[in-house]
């Protein structure tokens, strides 16, 4: 209790110097890493903090090792210890009752230590899962629900698109302690992060890929279908509670959005909360709910998602409109070392994120990572949630707003978007549209700002951009933007605005004053076209007229882990050249050839562009870029031509397909 009405205190003189400078998500959550001892590999799979403050690790490479003081208590060291060895790809793992639970790629199974010697030496298989050997057949778990049963997700393969190759994968499994299984929803494609929440229910986070057009999470009961069609193989089985067929499904197989699939599918589940690609992840992980009464800060309730890729915690708030959940996504942390796959409560509040990214490549440049995030005490200035109405949103902050600032219009951006329903991989962003602001009515104590909204739109995911919003307290806002999943518009009478509350038309040149947004359909679409004929000009897929043939041909391929390749490829100056793209890796990729020493300033400029990037390719229009192709899916090939530089040098090719651009660059060198 004094140590935490020190850290309020603490908290409340760093606000004050807060206050002055321009804010940093450091400033409020502290990321501490946990030394890792020379001859562990510690490619975490799976976390298990146990009651007496150690902290069971497992990792991809098979070993569950016991972590003694991971919070490295006034400066000391943590201790490893290794438990177990000679697994199978611990994706997952539990505690309870003094064992470890852990899925191998194979089996649920149960560890015991029977001799007290700080090693596991009973080994018991709780389930096997069928397995066709396919790589990409991950198993994730088991989480316990509060009856003492498990759940577990089965990945399915990936054979240039996603397939149940052996029972069950693509399901959510319930499995009681004495082996007896039960599936439970199907659709799943890559669930490598799902928890149960304090009321018992159960939310899966999934990546982009085939028939989903990007991350998202999604509340699973029994009986539902979350979309992906590879698990339909198994729903003849005896036990599944789904009937849907591949047949049945390929009938709404036409792009057109998964709001408008369901209304035909009944079994399909929409996501509650979309996490759109790019934007704010590319991978989702692992998911926790905030149920730390107040120690890791002012979000109590919400959940946590990890990405891997992106090597970053996102924040999802959810509310219950016409029976079902939906609600909003937030940036969080990023800046985590590696692939942050795993995230579990500490004893004292903190969290715990694991992290690897041995073939999925990611942001944070470590092969794999223990790190700690605590919160300083420090209140940041966010939205702590956004609620629908029927006419627009309730914005709630975590302090109160200055509210001259509040008033401004031009402070406000909303817009709404879907992604394609298909068995394609992901989606570009499609029928997107503005929602004008025509009110907005803040809240007598400054901690809630309505907005009502023209043109809001059900089945849309709609995007909130804030701009230089402060605290009354002249604190800047941490994050300005999010996105809600509108599956159900709330019902209501349409809000009364007061003259002072109403927004002025304002002037056409103001409308979509500095966002990132393209304009609605009817708006500017002279500089729109111009900025694509540039870009578009640099995407030859056509050998020249005036080319009788090209001087060299080249072929450049992608690895997994989000690699090319080929690092280097040579050419003469002004050599006419035909590049073949092939992408036979399992993710979108593109290939953009820039300037010497401009591959990492186009990557950054790319995830810049917002939701004009699918439409763009990810390339930014940009001098620096001189060829490019377009994102290219699984699997597929293009040839672009273009004519080497006149200067000899280093140049580079990259793939600016949102957060690859870190890892992605390989050199173009030109004699
Ligand atoms: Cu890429």
Request: aromatic letters at 10%.
């Amino acid at each position: 209790m004094k140590k935490y009405a020190c850290l309020l205190f603490l908290g409340f003189i760093a606000s004050q110097m807060l206050a002055q400078k321009p804010v940093s998500e450091a400033d409020y959550y502290t990321l501490k890493t946990i030394a890792i001892p020379e001859g562990a590999v510690l490619e975490v799979g799976g976390l298990a903090p146990l009651p007496d403050g150690r902290l069971g690790v497992s990792t991809r490479r098979g070993e569950i090792w016991i972590v003694e003081n991971p919070y490295m208590l006034n400066g000391t060291e943590p201790h490893f210890k290794r438990y177990a060895s000679g697994l199978h790809e611990i994706l997952g793992l539990a505690y309870k009752d003094g064992a470890f639970y852990c899925t191998q790629r194979g089996e649920l199974t149960k560890i015991s230590d029977t001799d007290g010697d700080g090693r596991g030496d009973l080994f018991e298989c709780v389930y096997k899962f069928d397995l066709s050997g396919n790589y990409h057949e991950y198993a994730y778990g088991p989480v316990f629900d509060s009856n003492g049963d498990m759940y577990v997700t089965l990945n399915v393969a990936w054979i240039g698109y996603g397939e149940s190759l052996a029972k069950w994968h693509g399901w959510l499994l319930k499995i009681k302690p004495n082996g007896q299984m039960e599936p439970i929803a199907a659709g799943l494609r890559s669930p490598a992060g799902f928890n149960i929440n304090s009321k018992g229910e159960i939310f899966y986070a999934e990546n982009q890929g085939d028939w989903v057009g990007s991350g998202r999470v999604t509340h699973l009961e029994k009986g539902d279908f979350a979309g992906n069609a590879g698990s339909l193989n198994w729903t003849n089985q005896p036990g599944s509670p789904i009937r849907l067929t591949k047949a049945e499904l390929s009938k709404v197989d036409d792009g057109r959005p998964m709001f408008e699939a369901a209304k035909t599918i009944k079994e399909m589940k929409l996501p509650c909360v979309w996490f759109p690609h790019g934007l704010m992840g590319i991978s989702t992980a692992d998911m926790l709910e905030d149920n730390t009464g107040g120690a890791f800060g002012p979000f109590s309730g919400d959940q946590f998602v990890a990405d891997q890729g992106h090597s970053k915690i996102m924040r999802m708030t959810l509310e219950k409109v016409n029976g079902e959940y939906q609600g909003a996504c937030y940036p969080f942390r990023e800046g985590w070392a590696s692939g942050l796959l795993r995230l579990r409560w500490g004893i004292d509040g903190s969290m715990f994120g694991g992290m690897t990214s041995r073939g999925w490549a990611s942001t944070g440049k470590k092969d794999y990572a223990l790190q700690r995030l605590v919160w300083t005490g420090v209140v940041p200035f966010e939205m702590k949630n956004v609620s629908a109405r029927a006419d627009g949103f309730v914005i709630e902050f975590t302090k109160p707003v200055d509210k001259d600032l509040a008033q401004k219009a031009a402070n406000y951006q909303f817009s709404s978007f879907t992604y394609k329903y298909q068995h394609q991989y992901g989606s570009p962003i499609i029928k997107q549209g503005n929602c004008p602001l025509q009110g907005i009515i803040v809240s007598e104590d400054g901690k809630t700002i309505q907005v009502v909204l023209d043109s809001m739109r059900e089945g849309f995911i709609h995007e909130i951009k804030l701009k230089d919003l402060k605290a009354a307290d002249g604190t800047a806002l941490l994050h300005d933007f999010a996105y809600y999943t509108m599956n159900s518009l709330p019902t209501g009478a349409k809000t009364m605005l007061s003259d002072a509350q109403k927004v002025k038309a304002m002037p056409a040149s103001h409308q979509h004053h500095g966002g990132a947004m393209p304009s609605a359909p009817s708006g500017k679409k002279k500089s729109k076209a111009a900025g694509k004929t540039s870009t578009l000009g640099k995407n030859l897929n056509t050998q020249p007229a005036d080319w009788s043939q090209p001087d060299v041909a080249l072929n450049i391929g992608t690895k997994p882990g989000l690699k090319f390749d080929r690092e280097m490829i040579t050419v003469k100056a002004g050599q006419k050249v035909k590049l073949v793209f092939n992408n036979n890796d399992d993710m979108q990729h593109n290939l953009v050839l820039t300037l010497p020493g401009e591959a990492s300033e186009i990557g950054a400029k790319a995830m810049g562009l917002g939701l004009k990037g699918p439409e763009m390719f990810y390339v930014p229009s940009n001098p620096k870029v001189f060829a490019h192709t377009k994102i290219l899916d699984p699997g597929t090939t293009e040839t672009i031509y273009f004519v080497a530089p006149d200067k000899p040098g280093d140049y580079q090719f990259v793939c600016t397909y949102p957060g690859h651009y870190l890892v992605m660059q390989g050199i173009l060198r030109v004699q």
